[in-house]
């Protein structure tokens, strides 16, 4: 037990103390620069139950990993069975995931404000007489921050499943071959079955991040136009580091870990049940 | 802190300095005293900040200036401040502020109040709407040091070619737009140019319309849109801009600098902007040099005439500044008219007096200084409140929900009500 002592300080004060620093936050009524500061209840998360900002974060939050985390999931494996079906250049073809996937988020964003500039940017440029109103359009921004989220962590998922592939003997596709199974019956039959755990946390680790979004719509679009790319966590930092307003702020961050902590358990449990084969 | 332990403090500093004089073996009561400068590098290539400062060593011997560099975005600069103004020590004495925040950082109390230390007629050569944005409660928190003010340019070249005069109204605005498109027949050539993004600069422009046909964005009092209808009418217009084609579909994603390139580069005939977009269409180059004017904001028909918003950067003192006297003294320096002249001739940056804008030296640099004053002087604060970041936040989503079709106007603003009405009554 006293070993475990400087573990367990060093965790309680690096989490526990903070986590119930905010929830303690949440329920006040806190603005330190104007001297508000008294109990509130639950006023902060009974305003978010009528907050049409929060809903529309909320909602957003949610278009933004399913659609961003099954793009990096198809894209991914994708990716990852090109370049295992590859004989020469894979060293390049990985170093070209990695430089993506290594670039700071507000870097791929800066570069990506300049591919949807509306008029000099490359895209719209290539579209000729169609150009799009990428970043300015409600229709369509939430779809240009997600591609541009997309191109960036893609690779992620990649390199995972191209690891796993690695993995998979030989002798398993010989066997195959020898009882007749043709390319479609292999990949569907052998290669994405055992790709499946190594996905799950791909997945995993991916949504935790994509419901946690921020720098890239917060460099693109600053959650506009009319909210349609404000995520919960640009809510809650408007919140708290712009408009100071400490409790509401924790009060979002509050359901942010709520949130996230309930996925994450979920899908825990899918990888427990062991529903999945390896 | 009681009596006994306050006489014990004394005693150790009074030691402790001692043992420090005895040290330096310097007569001298006073250590060298070292003041901290917080700002942030917007000045260019020809920072004069630098000889600045050293000129208020040479004037102030024993003290040592040090310029420390801000964040470079704005809302990272105010961050900074919120969270080491929070704490105890600031470690810093004198800071540079965007005039939206200085109300607010009064009211936290971390400024000195400059009122007792400032002359009678001391802030009178300032533009009185610098003046206004650092008043707080009938009482001076901030010296202004830069200017700024929303601008109408346009292209002297198109409208002299097709006999136009520079737009007094907005209406007027799109006549001439029409007109000329419709002559040039360039497919290329977009018509007028603003920010629309979802942020600050959307209110700023948001603003001015509504001043141009005679609404406010809230009252002293705190009370949101006290004239809906004409708040809705300017609303409707902005967007009409968008929807006709005036203004192209972009300009729900553009910022300042997206829209003075597209102008830069000869595709806008008409642009909102700051003044220093001036020194870049003139720069070498340029493919508008020499073919670029500014004038006042339009108005509308039966509206107000036309005034820009204003903005800048003002100098405050932490109160928490262990030597105030010399604090106010810097930031007296920094703002006095030869420290004005030395930045607007280095960095291009537009003084807060307005006797620098006839300067001899000054208006054979730039030429449109004088005309610039007049504009300047015109020119209306962003509404002076200690919650305007809360404001501008709620309404920033709101005004753009307006402008792409999402919300009519109407809605917009009764939406902007209630939310403002709820977060500035926890506030009370």
């Not at chain 2, 300067?359 to 919650?387: Q, W």
Request: aromatic share 10%; proline share 6%; with cysteine.
């Amino acid at each position: 037990m006293l070993l475990l002592a400087p573990t367990a300080v060093a965790l309680g004060a690096l989490t526990v103390y903070p986590a119930a620093w905010v929830l303690w936050l949440s329920l006040q009524h806190r603005v330190p620069i104007f001297g508000v500061s008294r109990f509130a209840g639950l006023d902060n998360f009974a305003f978010l139950t009528i907050d049409a900002r929060f809903w529309s974060a909320a909602h957003t939050t949610a278009v933004f990993t399913v659609a961003s985390v099954a793009l990096e999931v198809v894209l991914g494996v994708a990716a990852a069975l090109a370049i295992n079906a590859q004989r020469r250049g894979r060293a390049v073809a990985l170093s070209f995931l990695l430089l993506a996937w290594a670039m700071p988020a507000v870097v791929a964003a800066k570069l990506f404000e300049w591919l949807y500039h509306p008029v000099a940017g490359l895209i719209n440029v290539a579209l000729g007489r169609h150009a799009l109103n990428w970043l300015g359009d409600p229709g369509i921004a939430l779809a240009a921050v997600t591609l541009a989220d997309v191109w960036r962590t893609m690779p992620f998922v990649a390199i995972l499943c191209y690891a796993r592939l690695l993995a998979i003997p030989a002798d398993l596709y010989e066997a195959a071959q020898v009882d007749g199974a043709g390319r479609l019956a292999t990949l569907t039959r052998i290669t994405l079955p055992l790709l499946g755990r190594i996905l799950l946390l791909a997945v995993l680790f991916r949504t935790l991040d994509a419901l946690r979004a921020f720098d890239i719509m917060f460099v693109l679009t600053g959650g506009g136009p009319a909210n349609t790319t404000e995520t919960l966590t640009v809510y809650a930092y408007r919140a708290l580091f712009q408009t100071l307003q400490l409790g509401f702020g924790s009060a979002l961050s509050v359901v942010v870990f709520v949130l996230v902590m309930g996925v994450a358990w979920a899908y825990l449990r899918i990888l427990r049940t062991g529903s999945v084969a390896a | 802190m009681s009596l006994g332990t306050l006489r014990a403090t004394r005693l150790v500093r009074a030691l402790v300095l001692l043992t420090f004089a005895g040290c330096a073996g310097s007569p001298s009561e006073r250590g060298p005293v070292t003041l901290v400068f917080k700002y942030a590098r917007i000045l260019g290539n020809a920072d004069p900040l630098p000889s600045l400062l050293r000129e208020f060593e040479a004037q102030h011997p024993g003290v040592r200036v040090k310029g420390e560099a801000l964040p470079w975005a704005s809302d990272d600069q105010h961050q900074f401040y919120v969270i080491n103004l929070e704490g105890r020590s600031p470690g810093f004495d004198v800071m540079m502020l965007d005039c939206i925040w200085v109300p607010e950082f009064a009211r936290a109390g971390w400024l000195l109040d400059l009122t007792p230390h400032l002359q009678p007629a001391e802030l009178a050569p300032f533009f009185p709407s610098a003046v206004a944005a650092a008043t707080y409660d009938h009482r001076i928190w901030a010296l202004p040091w830069n200017m700024n003010v929303g601008l109408l340019y346009y292209r002297t070249d198109l409208l002299a070619k097709h006999g136009l005069a520079p737009p007094e109204t907005y209406e007027a605005l799109v006549e001439q737009v029409r007109l000329i498109r419709a002559r040039e027949r360039d497919p290329a050539l977009d018509g007028y140019l603003w920010q629309g993004k979802q942020y600050e600069g959307l209110v700023v422009n948001v603003l001015e319309a509504l001043w141009a046909n005679g609404a406010r964005l809230i009252t002293d009092d705190g009370d949101a849109f006290p004239e809906p209808a004409r708040a809705a009418d300017a609303l409707r217009f902005l967007r009409g801009l968008i929807t006709t084609g005036v203004s192209p579909a972009w300009t729900t994603a553009a910022d300042e600098e997206l829209s003075r390139r597209a102008f830069g580069d000869g595709h806008a005939i008409f642009l909102r902007n700051w003044p220093y977009a001036r020194d870049l269409f003139e720069a070498e180059g340029s493919a508008v040099r020499g073919k670029v004017a500014f004038t006042t904001l339009p108005g509308r028909a039966r509206g107000e005439p036309g005034a820009g918003s204003t903005g800048g950067a003002h100098l405050g003192v932490s109160r928490r500044s262990r030597h105030p006297a010399l604090a106010v003294a810097l930031a007296r320096h920094l703002t006095s008219e030869r420290a004005q002249r030395a930045i607007a001739l280095g960095a291009a940056l537009s003084p807060t007096r307005q006797a620098l804008y006839h300067d001899e030296e000054l208006v054979r640099r730039n030429p449109a200084m004088p005309r610039l004053h007049a504009l300047s002087l015109a020119g209306r604060p962003r509404p002076v409140t200690p919650y305007y970041l809360l404001v501008s936040a709620t309404v920033q989503p709101e005004f753009s929900a307006a402008l792409v079709g999402v919300k009519v106007p109407e809605r917009a603003i009764e939406d902007t009500r209630v939310r403002l009405g709820h977060f500035l009554g926890a506030l009370r």
